[in-house]
């Protein structure tokens, strides 16, 4: 599990992980891009993704995400 901050306007860009994750977004909005779409991401939504799906967020507005890595 890993808890993240990304300030508002922080991007991560496109990158996979090796085992399934979840993504709970806890406070804040955020835009979310996987399976060729980009979505909002606001408190309380959980997405699930498979192994080695590219995906990438950036921050609306100052957000915290727990994420959780399978491996």
């Not at 399976?35 to 498979?50: F, S």
Request: hydrophobic share 45%; net charge neutral; proline share 8%.
């Amino acid at each position: 599990m890993i808890r993240l901050f990304l300030p508002a306007g922080k991007a991560l860009s496109s990158h996979q992980v090796t085992g399934p994750l979840t993504v709970h977004c806890i406070r804040g909005k955020a835009e979310f891009t996987a399976m060729g779409a980009t979505q909002p991401l606001e408190p309380g939504q959980l997405l699930y993704l498979m192994p080695q799906e590219p995906h990438a967020v950036k921050a609306v507005e100052d957000t915290v995400i727990l994420l959780t890595l399978i491996f």
